[in-house]
């Protein structure tokens, strides 16, 4: 297999990162236009977390998070990569990671069911434990 293919799950959820950072600021500018808010009115840190609604705020959570397990998920990936490890089993997990992590900001940043939002973190970050234990034995295992 390719070392390389590991990069598409990789751009993948890097590319969720923009989509779910463009959808927040297209919320918040339209929220800011509609309420006539001033740029004085949010000048207190999370003013605008504050007076929202979870319609305008979800977006914003939900790119924060983009930024937590996914970190682990791209330090990964680029360990694989360069250890020359990248083999089918983990290209799959990784997009069992990607797909459940669009699933959950899908889910995050429109309807919001927290439940159904749970599991499909849930089922990502497992995938990512997967791929990290898997990793830890094969490197600490030779």
């Known amino acids: ?4 293919t590991i990069f598409s799950p990789f751009f993948a959820s890097i590319f969720l990162t923009f989509v779910v950072w463009v959808y927040m600021y297209i919320c918040r500018i ?4 509609s309420t006539k808010l001033k740029p004085q009115d949010l000048a207190v840190p999370n003013a605008l977390a504050q007076i ?3 319609s305008i705020s ?6 924060k998070n983009l930024f937590e397990i996914p970190v682990l998920f791209y330090a990964l990936v680029l360990y694989l990569f360069i250890t020359k490890q990248v083999d089918a089993v983990y290209v799959n997990a990784a997009w069992v990671f990607v797909i459940f992590r669009v699933l959950h900001s899908i ?3 429109t309807f919001n069911f927290v439940m159904l ?3 499909l973190y849930l089922f990502a970050t497992l995938a990512l434990w997967f791929i990290s234990f898997r990793a830890a034995f094969i490197h ?3």
């Open 1 to 4: 297999m390719r070392q390389d």
């Open 30 to 33: 339209s929220f800011i236009t």
């Open 52 to 54: 929202s609604p979870p």
């Open 58 to 63: 979800n977006p914003s959570d939900n790119l």
């Open 107 to 109: 889910v995050h940043c």
């Open 117 to 119: 939002r749970f599991y």
């Open 140 to 142: 600490f295992g030779t």
